[in-house]
């Protein structure tokens, strides 16, 4: 078992309920900046061959103030313990502020590293990165760590919505998010679930596809960030497959997709945690509205919508 700590350590033990000691997996907090408390070492993420390559992935912020996404490998002859000397890293772009900086790193059913990253940090995402293609912030990237491009220590996939394109991010497989904490791959259908966190108004739960525009700095959930605004231009946009308003539960962190048995309430469901609260978006009432969604939707794996 690995728990990551936000200050830069990764901690190892056995997955044992009498487990009493840990072993520091990795520790990073000479590089990992803290000044923010959002800020920190946010996400880890397995190779699917680790077991033969060693690689690891991890998320960490940086100064001057800036994302990382570096490769490690554990060492040859203890599996407790990282190379620290062994940092390759992908990729490292700045940040304006110190809050949203997602931070979740995901292996896809088809092999590419998958990166969520916050919209930069302010009220109402000031620059507008969230919508800008020029820019990593604000998107869930997509990227292949087993070949490299020219000057890179990763590749862009050839079959990514805006690779190829002059003047964009090709890495950038779908924008217009705030701050995704989490999202997770439902393992039967690929299907890629992620938590958006709201503003000041309404938390969101969004199905991710290729290419597709999640709305912020516009939307807010299923509505427009402004209040007052006259009309909001929707069908721009792909809309959360819910939301729910402040008044029922604070920051949405993200959640799996449970098929298990031992928990019969959840099945189906997607269990969401809300950060302050520490509640679930509550299964017998959501289920009806996500499961609704999912049924209109089909099953295809996601690397099959991909054409
Ligand atoms: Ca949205």
């Given at each position: ?97 110190g809050n949203h900086n997602g931070g979740c790193l995901r ?191 089909p099953h295809e794996p996601a690397h099959q919508r991909l054409?």
């Open positions: 078992m690995f728990v990551v700590e936000q200050d830069g350590r990764v901690r190892v033990f056995p997955n044992q309920s009498d487990a009493k000691e840990t072993n520091v997996f990795l520790d990073l907090r000479g590089v990992v900046r803290r000044e923010h408390n959002e800020e920190g070492l946010l996400g880890l993420a397995f190779h699917p061959d680790y077991r033969t390559n060693g690689q690891f992935f991890v998320f960490y912020s940086v100064t001057p103030r800036g994302s990382v996404v570096s490769r490690f490998r554990v060492s040859k002859d203890d599996p407790d313990r990282a190379q620290r000397d062994s940092e390759e890293i992908l990729l490292q772009f700045p940040k304006p502020y292996f896809g059913p088809d092999g590419c590293l998958y990166i969520s990253v916050g919209d930069g940090g302010l009220a109402g995402d000031p620059h507008a990165n969230a919508q800008s293609l020029e820019m990593l912030n604000g998107k869930i990237l997509r990227i292949d760590v087993n070949h490299k491009d020219d000057g890179k220590n990763y590749a862009v996939p050839k079959d990514n919505p805006f690779a190829g394109r002059g003047g964009v991010r090709g890495e950038i497989w779908a924008y217009g998010l705030r701050n995704v904490w989490r999202f997770s791959f439902d393992r039967p259908t690929g299907t890629l679930w992620a938590a958006d966190v709201g503003q000041d108004r309404h938390e969101e739960v969004d199905i991710i596809d290729r290419g597709g525009n999640y709305g912020w700095n516009i939307r807010e959930g299923k509505h427009p960030l402004d209040p007052n605004a006259e009309r909001s231009p929707v069908g721009e946009f792909i809309e959360p497959v819910l939301d729910y308003p402040r008044v029922e539960g604070k920051s949405v962190t993200g959640g799996l997709v449970y098929r298990g048995r031992r928990l019969p309430d959840f099945g189906r469901s997607l269990p969401l945690r809300r950060l302050h609260l520490g509640q679930r978006v509550g299964p017998a009432a959501r289920r009806e509205e996500v499961d609704g969604q999912r049924q209109d939707r054409r």
